[in-house]
């Protein structure tokens, strides 16, 4: 039995992810190079978000339909669609409308579906890493796709030759050579073989409901105040490294997130919730951290902002996906891990509230704002950590395709 089968289900993962956001740092590109109104890159950022909720809340269904391999075999395929349409975006928008859809899709079957077969294959009788490995593995293969993916597109736009294909070619390239790695992947559960519970029944498990819940949201609410309004509050001191130093918060945030996650899974614990509340604490210190950097409008005070909301943000994303990964039963993982990830993706539209709501009251009062109603979840998450906890049972084997 080959007991790395799941780096090459890793490997795609990472490359959805860098598809996912390699878009991010070249938001400033597309409004100031290409000439598209705000409100079109605003809306650029919403395509990606209707592809991936629908995708996530319907994972569990296809995964007991069509199995593992098939599914993420086509997410891959639609993240390197999805580079080949962005490419095209000096043609006008809707390129770049159908791109962005299709991103937001191919991150959602990484999210449920390939997070759901990196844990299977973590597992006898395909390998024997301790307990949690896999959720490990997962978060960490998506979160340096995140990370790199924004990093070199924002690298090579910013200095590299025609910058608005050549980091979508430079994604193309390796995504190719991850799709030639997953035929060769073990099936853990094959198509028509699994039971499909609806994820909403799954996700009334007061654990769920109290423990993870509060705490979804801030995954990805943390990294879009980080590389979306820290730039915002700086950008009268950048002058021309706007891109560039979009591009820096970005990586800083995202691989400082990577570097945690090890010391997520030291955290957890069955029983207690101390990840996800230490995930909180530390949320609630970078958004008081960013109240500092709003109020002195300092380049550097943003970025230690965004290393501090990239820890959160690390921590958050492992200890959730630890404890729906204790609460699911095989048949209802893929389900509930796609309900779990369509609730983190709720944060992203946080910047574009707080953006709104910056016409009335200034970013150092809504940021303030924000710490006090962490600071209230992390509370409500504490007082609930040692509840309905899930009861303890042996891993059973994975089936073999």
């Given at each position: 039995m080959n007991r790395k089968a799941w780096l090459a289900v890793?490997?795609?993962?990472?490359?959805?992810?860098?598809?996912?956001?390699?878009?991010?740092?070249?938001?400033?590109?597309?409004?100031?190079?290409?000439?598209?109104?705000?409100?079109?890159?605003?809306?650029?950022?919403?395509?990606?978000?209707?592809?991936?909720?629908?995708?996530?809340?319907?994972?569990?269904?296809?995964?007991?339909?069509?199995?593992?391999?098939?599914?993420?075999?086509?997410?891959?395929?639609?993240?390197?669609?999805?580079?080949?349409?962005l490419a095209l975006g000096e043609t006008g928008p809707v390129p770049i409308f159908a791109g962005r859809f299709a991103t937001g899709t191919a991150v959602a079957v990484a999210m449920a579906v390939g997070s759901t077969w990196v844990k299977?294959?973590?597992e006898p009788p395909f390998d024997d890493a301790p307990a949690g490995t896999g959720a490990r593995r997962a978060a960490l293969s998506l979160t340096l796709g995140f990370g790199l993916g924004a990093g070199v597109a924002g690298v090579l736009a910013q200095w590299g030759p025609l910058p608005m294909e050549l980091p979508y070619v430079v994604h193309g390239v390796l995504t190719i050579a991850a799709l030639t790695l997953l035929p060769r992947v073990p099936e853990t559960v094959p198509g028509g073989t699994g039971t499909h519970v609806p994820p909403l029944r799954a996700a009334r498990h007061p654990r769920f409901l109290r423990v993870v819940l509060p705490m979804a949201p801030w995954i990805f609410g943390s990294a879009g105040v980080a590389y979306a309004i820290m730039p915002q509050l700086v950008g009268d001191r950048l002058g021309s490294w706007g891109l560039a130093y979009s591009t820096l918060l970005t990586v800083a945030t995202l691989l400082t997130g990577a570097a945690v996650q090890p010391i997520a899974k030291r955290l957890d614990r069955r029983t207690d919730a101390r990840a996800?509340?230490?995930?909180?604490?530390?949320?609630?210190?970078?958004?008081?951290?960013?109240?500092?950097?709003?109020?002195?409008?300092?380049?550097?005070?943003?970025?230690?902002?965004?290393?501090?909301?990239?820890?959160?943000?690390?921590?958050?994303?492992?200890?959730?996906?630890?404890?729906?990964?204790?609460?699911a039963r095989p048949e209802d993982l893929a389900g509930l891990t796609g309900v779990y990830y369509a609730l983190a993706y709720i944060g992203f539209l946080l910047p574009t509230v707080l953006a709104v709501a910056a016409h009335v009251v200034g970013y150092p009062w809504l940021l303030g704002a924000l710490v006090v109603i962490a600071a209230a979840g992390t509370v409500t998450i504490a007082a609930s950590s040692r509840s309905h906890l899930p009861v303890a049972a042996p891993r059973s084997p994975a089936r073999m395709g």
């Open positions: 890793a490997a795609a993962m990472f490359c959805c992810g860098w598809g996912g956001n390699q878009f991010t740092p070249l938001l400033i590109m597309y409004r100031d190079a290409a000439g598209y109104s705000v409100l079109t890159v605003d809306a650029f950022l919403g395509a990606y978000v209707v592809g991936v909720v629908p995708t996530l809340l319907l994972a569990g269904r296809l995964c007991a339909r069509w199995g593992r391999r098939p599914l993420m075999l086509a997410g891959t395929v639609m993240s390197l669609l999805a580079s080949v349409l299977e294959l973590s996800v509340v230490v995930s909180m604490i530390v949320m609630s210190g970078g958004l008081a951290f960013g109240v500092v950097a709003a109020v002195e409008r300092s380049p550097w005070l943003a970025l230690g902002a965004a290393i501090v909301l990239g820890a959160a943000y690390g921590v958050a994303v492992v200890a959730g996906l630890l404890e729906i990964q204790r609460l």
